[in-house]
């Protein structure tokens, strides 16, 4: 059967949260918390807009999810994001015990896996590569845009 | 000369937050910012009241100096929080570029050491112990009054 509603289409979706971030001068990462097939919450990062470090997309679509589900726990969702998080995002989902995380690119310097996939919790099922070529395509052209 | 407003000054007014959060029923970890001997931000644990997991202290404290400062990088700040950071918090001061954090009691368990100081800026100086019996005591006494 088809399935319509896939880690690809749900990436695309981070994706367009990403675009949103680009189109303000932000560097483009995106989010989206997804729960029984649907988006719960949506971010991207805002960390020159809001002057706060921690407005990432991921903290902040994680953020959102715990207002709608009335609940700090994010059992049975799945964060989809652009870019590999960073230690600080990955800390924060630790936290969350979010069921899986998917992201796109990876992050060599500044991603969370460097330090090992300990900072996660144990729980929580890790996936990454999922349309990594368009999420790694913008963050180089915004990069090369602001040379 | 005689220095009134040190280390252990700081980390006295660190564990007043805490003892706040200790008040609200939260886990009773507190934080401030200090910049040229001024306390320019406060924070406690706030994660049950907000049902968020991460209204921690620091997170708390670093947002509310950043607004103070109208500034997201707390250059020649120091952080004072009476437990030590977890990777989440470790990740957001790294983003901050505090110039200095200084904790009072260690966390084997959550604790952001156990992942390396690489999780810091490489700027930022680090110190801890201070007060450490008083801030590890608030812990002990919290969780053995809820069982």
């Known amino acids: 059967m088809l399935k319509v509603y896939d880690d690809t289409y749900f990436m695309n979706q981070a994706l367009a949260q990403a675009r949103l971030a680009a189109a303000e ?64 995002c990955a800390g924060a989902l630790a936290w969350s015990q979010v069921s899986r995380i998917v992201y796109g690119a990876s992050d060599d310097k500044r991603g969370f896996m460097r330090f090992g996939r300990e900072i996660l919790h144990p729980k929580t099922r890790l996936e990454f590569g999922v349309l990594h070529e368009e999420c790694s395509e913008l963050m180089t052209s915004f990069f090369a845009s602001r040379r």
């Open 25 to 88: 001068g932000e560097i483009p990462v995106g989010a989206v918390v997804v729960s029984n097939e649907r988006i719960i919450a949506r971010g991207y990062n805002q960390t020159e807009r809001l002057s706060d470090v921690t407005a990432h997309a991921e903290v902040i679509a994680l953020t959102a999810a715990a207002n709608h589900l009335g609940d700090k726990y994010l059992h049975d969702c799945t964060l989809y994001v652009t870019l590999e998080p960073c230690p600080m």
